[in-house]
């Protein structure tokens, strides 16, 4: 792996991969991030990410969800993210139904960990019922990138104790 993508991928894997997030915005873009990663390298999301944050109002659940049709337009025709029509609705729909839970939960954080404990079998049950566009893979990269599933980090890592500290769900007994 070359230097620039050694070191783009380094800093998220440092820095993000595996640590609990307690903000519903950026689980929300975390969420948009691994839909739009299905059939495409990591790295080419990870390159898009400031774009994708841009594009979807700074992962603004309230705003994404309020998205009309001149929005979805907009997305189809920005080079610097995803242009996929099926991801885009799938964007601002989750952002709709992240809504409707922050109302009965309090927060999209909150209907997660009401949720846990659960195999990642179920959780992809639970998605796939709940979402739009989330298979296994996706289901199964979100949760563990947010702390909820392990597996981001082999206990041999240098940063799996980092994570530890940080609490992520699935480490709580």
Same mark, same amino acid.
């Given at each position: 792996? %070359?230097? /620039?993508?050694? &070191?783009? @991928?380094?800093?998220? @894997? ?6 609990? +997030? @307690? ?10 991030? $691994? ?13 898009? =990410?400031? &774009?994708?944050?841009?594009?979807? &109002? ?14 979805? $337009?907009?997305?189809? !025709?920005? *080079?610097?993210?995803?242009? #996929? ?7 601002? $729909?989750?952002?709709?139904? +992240? ?7 309090? &927060?999209? $954080?909150?209907?997660?960990?009401? #949720? !846990?404990?659960?195999?990642? %079998? =179920? ?28 597996? *981001? !980090?082999? /206990?041999?890592? /240098?940063?799996? #104790? ?5 609490? /992520? ?5």
């Amino acid at each position: 792996m %070359e230097e /620039p993508r050694r &070191s783009l @991928h380094k800093h998220y @894997h440092d820095n993000y991969y595996g640590f609990p +997030i @307690h903000d519903d915005d950026e689980l929300f873009g975390r969420l948009i991030m $691994e839909i739009n990663q299905a059939g495409l390298s990591w790295e080419t999301i990870l390159k898009k =990410e400031a &774009s994708f944050r841009k594009a979807y &109002s700074n992962f603004s659940i309230k705003k994404v969800a309020a998205y009309k049709e001149a929005d979805r $337009e907009r997305l189809m !025709h920005d *080079a610097g993210i995803i242009r #996929n029509k099926l991801k885009i609705n799938a964007a601002i $729909e989750n952002a709709k139904t +992240i809504v409707t839970l922050q109302k009965e939960f309090g &927060s999209f $954080e909150n209907w997660l960990q009401q #949720n !846990h404990p659960k195999t990642k %079998e =179920e959780w992809v049950k639970l998605f796939k019922k709940t979402f739009k566009f989330t298979g296994g893979e996706i289901v199964n990269e979100f949760l563990m990138s947010a702390g909820y599933l392990p597996g *981001a !980090h082999a /206990p041999g890592c /240098p940063v799996y #104790n980092i994570v530890l500290k940080k609490k /992520p769900l699935w480490a709580k007994k």
